[in-house]
């Protein structure tokens, strides 16, 4: 097989979404729907689809994808800060679950395009809570300096207009507070915010049908083999435990990373192995066009030899792309390695392929299943 390419353990992801499947199965009034975002392999969405989850889609052709992919319109959430008229109609003539809202501008215009339509539509303000991830910056969301959401001082007005409007059926709240997130609390604190927001609306006489509290259950990134399946349990208990849900209310999930990071691996070859004076390169055919992350966010992803047992050495694994950014890791001790040795790049199933791209005029990597 060419490298580099995307290896899915399809017996990893089903293990993972048992979990999920045994936290929500008691609760029918949950609704889990997979962020697509993190990956939208055709392969994994059948498993994925199979075991009953929505989808959470924040671009046109993500709900496209979906709706190809044998997903009901009425398991799609949409979010985003910057949908485009076409999006929003196409939403709307597929009839999704819900718009998650993200400021008064796209609620003017969603309303604009349902008259135009003919139609009406399900929506849920995106709420900013101002809530600390303690994650990568480029991956927090919910603070108040971040563009995603509406701040809860300007909340009132926005949510008065949304009732108003005979165009909207207003469903309730979305939150969404970051990614990669392993420290419970600031999901703790979120359970706080939403109680007091949902007493303070409800002393406005405002009804809410459903709360959304997003994604963005960590995964671990260091030992994947020894937690292939994040901890599902621990994040469904602390909804469970700290949201006061009125009767009959829907409570939503959109968890990505959690779902596909540690089902997949990016399998590299070693072209070269370079001496240099102060270090020894190991040049692998993959590079951040196939996976971003290290250069992007700082991100390391396990690199394991696949081939060699010979004595540890140390090597800065590096990609082919002409960018000093285009490194894998820094002094990695690895089996001694060779030219043609294979390197699996681990925990890649999340945000690996989907943000590929043909910098260089680089192919975009095949994938393949276990
Ligand atoms: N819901 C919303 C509204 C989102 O914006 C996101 C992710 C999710 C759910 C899913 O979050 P997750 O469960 O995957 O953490 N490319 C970055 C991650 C960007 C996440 C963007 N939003 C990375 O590779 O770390």
Known sequence: MRTPYYQYDLGILEETLKAIRRNTAGHPDWHVHYAIKANANPLLLKLINEYGLGID?????????????G????????????????????ALKAGILCFNVESEAEMDVIAERCSALGTTAHIALRVNPDVDAHTHANITTGKAENKFGIEIPMLMPII??????????????????????????????????????????????????????????????????????????????IFRDGLRLRPGQQLHFEPGRAVVAQ???????????????????????????????????????????????????????????????????????????????????????????TMSSCYNCRPLPPAVTL
């Not at 292939?228 to 349990?233: A, E, G, I, K, Q």
Request: with cysteine.
């Open 263 to 353: 089902c997949g691996r990016l399998i590299t070859k070693v072209l070269y192995v370079k001496q240099g004076t102060i270090k020894k390169f190991a040049i692998v055919d993959a590079g951040f066009t196939e996976l971003i992350r290290p250069a992007l966010y700082g991100a390391h992803h396990k690199i394991v030899n696949l081939t060699s047992n010979g004595p540890l050495m140390k090597y800065d694994v590096v990609g082919p792309i002409c960018e000093s950014s285009d490194i894998f890791g820094k002094d990695e001790l690895l089996p001694e390695v060779h030219r043609g040795d294979l390197i699996a790049l681990m925990s890649a199933g999340a945000y690996g392929e």
């Open 71 to 90: 997903f009901p319109a009425s398991s799609i959430v949409f979010a985003g800060v910057g949908k485009a008229d076409w999006e929003i109609d196409m």
């Open 160 to 237: 008065r207009k949304a009732r108003q409007n005979p165009c909207f059926r207003f469903e309730g709240l979305h939150f969404h507070i970051g990614s990669q997130i392993l420290d419970m609390e600031p999901y703790r604190l979120l359970c706080r915010k939403v109680n007091e927001l949902q007493d303070q609306l409800e002393e406005e006489g405002v009804k809410i049908n459903s709360i959304n509290v997003g994604g963005g259950l960590g995964i671990d990134y260091e030992n994947p083999e020894d937690n292939p399946v994040p901890d599902f349990d621990g994040w469904f208990n």
């Open 57 to 69: 889609c924040v671009s046109g052709g993500e709900i496209q994808t979906a709706l190809d992919n």
